[in-house]
């Protein structure tokens, strides 16, 4: 094909970046704004059709770089709501505060640490409160009575699942040092200044690794993490220059880390997190054995040493990666006098990895064929058929969500017994017989 490709260079402003993405992804049935026939819920969001694809995909290729790839870590699931003294022990209910200050005219909630003038409010320039603390933690009760003893909370971070289980592991999988363990799952924090689209909200989701490590050995290891971490998310795409490392100050760190590199990503909004790689050193499991009287030691059948191993933690957000991933794809380009949409995300991670779309949907001969091949290619990978729009529409909408082969049925192909091919990027098309379709989509999708 012939098209002619001129890249638009995006000279729209980042914030406009963002808003695209955002109406993309409601008229493409990637996300929407949760319970928005009630006025929506502010950040709170909803993954559609596509989006729960996207999701899944960024799940599983973490899942199967760190957890069926490796020969050192073990995946588990711990649950949601976990006994009130894990929170002690790790510290959140005494130092996983927020200052916050409020307007005392307009009433609006500010973090105290973000605003320049601390008196003043930046909306509209009343008085603000002193900054008062604001624990993140969403509480709620168990059981029918819900009184104080009753108090527990949806944890803000996946990873003291994993230390509470530690001797658990152990004694049911016998690792040996340096090992980890991996889980993903929803998270809650009670954010002040939620807000960007999936960037920061109340309930997200986090992919953690916990790796446990000879003390000695942990400042190399959590070097060598955060290596890692950035080559993942460059090798499902992101461009190098969209993402980099920025290692923390000493007054930055969290109260359990002797050590913190973020990896960040140049969003829409700026140079921002998008996951955090910390060395928590033996805080966690020294904690815990403390509080619960159950000694979280790690013993060396060699040397017959008992110590607490130190812990790296590469912890990421998976709605976070999810938007990164969708900034990175996002490309507009004009097709003859007209703009074309397109996600140009890596493969593995698009959504659909094929749609069939018949050319004319009155005849029989060929609705049959293309929902054959559909069908065909539905035991292998993720396809769909489409016949809801003329086949201009239909490219346009396979090109928004970023779905790599589109494959048209149209009256030769009763004939020669050949479709057509289109590839997402180039929009080339090729003619391929009915019965190397499959063959041919495998092996693009494994190059
Ligand atoms: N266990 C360590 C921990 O939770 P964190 O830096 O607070 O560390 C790790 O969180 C990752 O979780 C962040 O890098 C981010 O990707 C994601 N995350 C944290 N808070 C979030 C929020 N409110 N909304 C969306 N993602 C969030």
Not at 39 to 44: E, Q, T
Not at 272 to 296: M, V, Y
Not at 383 to 390: E, K, L
Request: net charge neutral; charged share 30%.
């Amino acid at each position: 094909m012939t098209t002619l490709l001129i890249y638009v260079k995006n000279n729209n402003s980042m914030n406009d970046l963002m808003e695209k993405i955002v109406s993309l992804c409601k008229r493409r049935g990637v996300i929407f704004q949760s319970s928005e026939i009630y006025g929506g819920l502010a950040n709170a969001w909803d993954y559609g059709p596509f989006g729960i694809e996207l999701k899944n995909n960024i799940k599983q290729a973490w899942w199967k770089a760190n957890v069926h790839n490796r020969y050192d870590i073990l995946g588990m699931d711990a649950s949601i709501l976990m006994h009130p003294k894990v929170w002690e022990a790790s510290g959140h209910v005494q130092n996983f505060y927020d200052l916050k200050s409020d307007c005392k005219s307009c009433k609006k909630r500010f973090k105290t640490e973000e605003l320049k003038d601390k008196h003043k409010c930046p909306e509209c320039g009343s008085e603000l409160t002193e900054g008062r603390q604001f624990n993140l933690m969403f509480e709620t009760y168990q059981g029918a009575v819900g009184d104080a003893a009753d108090k527990i909370y949806l944890r803000p971070e996946t990873a003291q699942g994993m230390f509470v289980n530690f001797v658990n592991i152990l004694d049911s999988r016998h690792p040996k040092l340096p090992f980890g363990l991996a889980q993903i799952g929803k998270s809650f924090r009670n954010e002040i200044t939620p807000g960007n689209f999936i960037f920061r909200t109340r309930e997200f989701e986090q992919m953690e690794i916990e790796y446990f490590v000879r003390p000695q050995d942990g400042d190399k290891c959590y070097q060598s993490w955060v290596e890692e971490r950035l080559k993942w998310y460059i090798g499902l795409g992101i461009k190098k220059d969209n993402i980099r490392k920025r290692e923390h100050g000493k007054d930055e760190l969290a109260h359990y880390a002797l050590a913190c590199t973020d990896i960040e990503y140049n969003f829409p909004i700026g140079w921002s997190e998008l996951e955090g790689i910390a060395n928590r050193a033996d805080f966690d499991l020294k904690q815990h054995s403390q509080l619960s009287g159950k000694e979280l030691k790690y013993f060396d059948e060699v040397s017959k040493e008992k110590f607490y191993p130190f812990i790296i933690e590469p912890s990421a957000g998976v709605d976070r990666s999810l938007l990164a991933f969708l900034v990175d794809a996002y490309h507009e380009e004009k097709v003859r006098e007209e703009t074309r949409v397109v996600l140009k995300l890596n493969k593995g991670l698009s959504p659909v990895k094929a749609a069939v779309l018949p050319l004319l949907k009155n005849r029989t001969a060929i609705v049959e064929l293309a929902k054959k091949i559909a069908g065909d290619l539905k035991k292998d990978i993720y396809a769909v058929y489409d016949d809801t729009a003329a086949i201009g529409k239909l490219y346009r909408r396979q090109d928004e969500v970023g779905t790599p082969y589109c494959i048209t049925v149209d009256v030769q192909s009763l004939e020669d017994k050949q479709v057509t091919v289109r590839d997402r990027d180039s929009m080339l098309q090729e003619r391929i017989g009915v019965d190397r379709v499959k063959e041919y989509i495998l092996e693009e999708l494994n190059k």
